[in-house]
C-alpha cells in the first residue's frame, strides 16, 4: 500500500503537466521543420531502448519516420496558455508520415494531453472555419457530429459554443477568449 502513494502522486504530476501544455489557438503557420532520428532535438528511439548490458546483439525495430514541428505565430488563444506569441509544437513521425505539412497560412492548432491536431483556417463571411477531417475533436467534441458542409468545413464558433455547454458547470479557462 505504500508503494501505491508515491506512485499516484507521480501520475498526478504527471497529468497536470501535460495538462498545463493544452491549448487552442489560431494563428499563422511560420514554418515547418521534420528531423530524422538521431538529429538534434530529435533522440533516436532505438539509443534510449538499447540494452545497458554487455549485450553484443539486440534488435530495435521501429516504423516511426522521425520529428516534426511546427511554428505558429499566435493571433488568438481560444482556451489554455500560448505560453508567447509564438508557439512551437513538436510531435514524432508515425508510421503514416508527417502530419504537419508545409503549410504557410492561417492554421487553428489544438494541444491536449501530447496529442496535437491542426487545420487550415478558412475564412467565410468573417468567420473563421477548420476541415473536420484534419481537426478531428476539441474537449471530446467530434467535430463530424457538427454537421460538416459539402467542403467538409465546420465554423469554429459553433466548435467552441458545444465545448462551453459541455463544460458547463465545470472550470472552463478562458474558453473563447483571445490572447
Given at each position: 500500500?505504500?508503494?501505491?502513494?508515491?506512485?499516484?502522486?507521480a501520475?498526478?504530476?504527471a497529468?497536470?503537466q501535460?495538462s498545463?501544455?493544452?491549448?487552442?489557438?489560431?494563428g499563422k503557420a511560420?514554418r515547418?521543420?521534420?528531423?530524422?532520428?538521431?538529429?538534434?532535438?530529435?533522440?533516436?528511439?532505438?539509443?534510449?531502448r538499447?540494452?545497458?548490458?554487455?549485450?553484443?546483439?539486440?534488435?530495435?525495430i521501429n516504423?516511426?519516420?522521425?520529428?516534426?514541428s511546427?511554428?505558429?505565430k499566435?493571433e488568438?488563444?481560444?482556451?489554455g496558455d500560448?505560453?508567447?506569441?509564438?508557439?512551437?509544437?513538436k510531435?514524432?513521425i508515425?508510421?503514416w508520415?508527417?502530419?504537419?505539412?508545409?503549410?504557410?497560412g492561417?492554421?487553428v492548432?489544438n494541444?491536449?494531453?501530447g496529442?496535437?491536431?491542426?487545420?487550415?483556417?478558412h475564412?467565410?463571411?468573417?468567420?473563421?472555419?477548420?476541415?473536420?477531417?484534419k481537426?478531428r475533436?476539441?474537449r471530446?467534441?467530434?467535430?463530424?457530429?457538427?454537421d460538416?458542409d459539402?467542403?467538409?468545413l465546420v465554423a469554429?464558433d459553433?466548435?467552441?459554443k458545444?465545448?462551453?455547454?459541455?463544460?458547463?458547470?465545470?472550470?472552463?479557462?478562458?474558453?473563447?477568449g483571445?490572447?
Amino acid at each position: 500500500m505504500n508503494h501505491v502513494r508515491p506512485l499516484a502522486l507521480a501520475l498526478l504530476v504527471a497529468v497536470s503537466q501535460a495538462s498545463a501544455q493544452d491549448v487552442l489557438l489560431a494563428g499563422k503557420a511560420q514554418r515547418v521543420v521534420l528531423l530524422a532520428y538521431g538529429a538534434e532535438g530529435c533522440p533516436d528511439p532505438c539509443e534510449a531502448r538499447k540494452p545497458q548490458s554487455d549485450a553484443s546483439q539486440w534488435v530495435c525495430i521501429n516504423n516511426g519516420g522521425g520529428c516534426e514541428s511546427m511554428e505558429v505565430k499566435v493571433e488568438q488563444v481560444f482556451w489554455g496558455d500560448a505560453g508567447g506569441t509564438t508557439r512551437v509544437f513538436k510531435q514524432g513521425i508515425g508510421e503514416w508520415g508527417p502530419r504537419f505539412t508545409d503549410w504557410r497560412g492561417q492554421v487553428v492548432v489544438n494541444q491536449e494531453g501530447g496529442s496535437i491536431s491542426w487545420s487550415p483556417a478558412h475564412v467565410r463571411a468573417g468567420k473563421i472555419h477548420i476541415e473536420s477531417k484534419k481537426l478531428r475533436s476539441v474537449r471530446n467534441i467530434k467535430t463530424s457530429d457538427l454537421d460538416p458542409d459539402e467542403d467538409d468545413l465546420v465554423a469554429l464558433d459553433s466548435l467552441l459554443k458545444r465545448v462551453r455547454q459541455s463544460t458547463e458547470g465545470q472550470q472552463a479557462p478562458n474558453v473563447g477568449g483571445r490572447k
